[in-house]
C-alpha cells in the first residue's frame, strides 16, 4: 500500500534585510519565503531525543546568484520542493538566534517567533544575489550540503565589496 507524505505547512517565514553602503546609504527589504517540503525531514530530526547531535537544528543562511539563464529581476518563484540553493555564492552561521514576543520584541522567554540574524561582512557574498535558504542538519556548514529549511527568491540586490548586508530570518512556527 502507497501512503502519499501530506503536505503539512506547519511554519512561515520572513526575511527582514539591511544593506549598508560606504556612502552611509542604507537599502532595507522586507521578504517572504517558503517552507521546503524536506524541512519537515529537519524538524522530526531535531525532535529525536535519542539523537545526540546538537548540530541538527537550523546552523547556517546560503545566499546565491541563481541561474545565469533566469531575468535577475525576475526569478523564478520559490517553490517547496526546492532542496538546494541553485548557485550558492556563500553560507554563514548566524551571528544569533534570539525569541520575539507577540509584540515584535527580543524576548528571553520562549516563543513560537524565533529570528536567526546573520551579517555578511564587505567582502562576503559579493555579487547579484537572487536566492538564499536556511539549512541545518548533519553537514550544513559545508557548501551545498545539510538540509534546506526555507527558500527564498528575489529581484536582484548588487551587493558590492564595500557594503554589509544583514539578514534577519524570522520564524513564526
Known sequence: MLIEKPRIILARGDIFATMKHKDGSIERRVMHNVIVDVASELMAE???????????????????????????QNPPVATSAQTQLVNELER?????????????????ARTN??????TYEETEAVGALVEMGLFGGAGSTAPNGGTMFNYHTFPVWNKPSTSVLTLVWRLTF
Do not use: C, H, Q
Open 113 to 118: 517567533i524565533v529570528d536567526f540574524e546573520v
Open 46 to 72: 531535531r525532535m529525536k531525543e535519542d539523537d545526540g547531535n546538537a548540530s541538527n537544528g537550523i546552523m547556517v543562511l546560503a545566499i546565491g546568484t541563481g541561474d545565469p539563464g533566469w531575468d535577475l
Open 92 to 108: 554563514k552561521t548566524f551571528n544569533r538566534s534570539y525569541y520575539i514576543d507577540i509584540g515584535g520584541s527580543e524576548t528571553p
